[in-house]
């Protein structure tokens, strides 16, 4: 089992910048992926970025040059730094990890004012 806490998600204007945490329960970054995905209201939930157990990276084209995935091993814990925020990128943010079975952290709510 890994449990998954998101943290970091709050209010900011547009142009603003947050940085999400994702912290697991264990050392889990040896092998699947890691990855952060968001689901805005009425909307289905996408994949915003990527990071294997390689530390291959990969990004929705909607936040390429804005958003940047990294993780930390020692903390077991993923981030996403956003940046130049718009308020389309308003949503529910989730970090997720696949390898043998999938886990989803309960989610943090990111809303981006205009």
């Known amino acids: 089992q890994v449990q998954l806490v998101e943290s970091g998600g709050g209010l900011v204007q547009s142009g603003g910048s947050l940085r999400l945490s994702c912290a697991a329960s264990?050392?889990?970054?040896?092998?699947?992926?890691m990855s952060w995905h968001r689901q805005a209201p009425g909307k289905q939930r996408e994949l915003v970025a990527v990071?294997?157990?390689?530390?291959?990276?990969n990004y929705a084209e909607s936040v390429k040059g804005r958003f940047t995935i990294s993780r930390d091993n020692a903390k077991n814990t993923v981030y996403l730094q956003m940046s130049s925020l718009k308020p389309e990128d308003t949503a529910v943010y989730y970090c997720?990890?696949?390898?043998?079975?999938?886990?989803w952290g309960q989610g943090t709510q990111v809303t981006v004012s205009s």
């Open positions: 997720r990890y696949a390898s043998m079975y999938t886990y």
């Open positions: 264990r050392n889990i970054f040896s092998s699947g992926a």
């Open positions: 990071i294997t157990s390689g530390g291959s990276t």
